[in-house]
């Protein structure tokens, strides 16, 4: 014999197949679905169709941030935010100080590339205790090992 593609069909469970070929078992089919119908109806909970909001499993939208800031070359943190802090701490250094556009933007990027590579080296100190959670010191053993100056 040809095979055939099947086609899908509804069944309602395994027992009823038997008792759809006579006519009293197409009524009892009949009351069965109603019952379970109505059972259905009483256990759903009557939310007026709310559907509940998509949510990705822990740690998919991480590993998409991730990627994502891999394959970028663009700066972090905002330039006006690190403007402000800049002039805050030089505040205490001397008054009125002036500063290019430049300069700020060299600050910028090689304060970046230092906390980069620190969280790097945090990463490796959490791995290195069998954890996957960095914690503050983590931080404090890769400053350590590092021998930077600057706590």
Request: aromatic share 4%; hydrophobic share 35%; net charge positive.
């Amino acid at each position: 014999m040809a095979r055939t593609k099947q086609t899908a069909r509804k069944t309602v469970g395994g027992t009823e197949k038997k008792q759809l070929a006579t006519k009293a078992g197409k009524m009892l089919m009949t009351k069965a679905a109603k019952k379970q119908l109505s059972q259905k109806s009483t256990r759903l909970p009557n939310d007026g169709g709310v559907k509940k909001p998509h949510r990705y499993r822990p740690g998919t939208v991480a590993l998409r941030e991730i990627r994502k800031f891999q394959k970028s070359t663009d700066l972090l943190i905002a330039k006006a935010p690190f403007q402000r802090l800049v002039r805050e701490i030089s505040q205490d250094i001397k008054h009125e100080l002036r500063f290019q556009s430049a300069a700020i933007g060299a600050l910028q990027e090689a304060s970046e590339a230092f906390l980069i590579g620190l969280f790097e080296d945090t990463q490796l100190c959490a791995i290195h205790a069998k954890r996957v959670t960095i914690m503050p010191r983590d931080v404090h053993l890769a400053l350590r090992i590092r021998g930077d100056r600057y706590k």
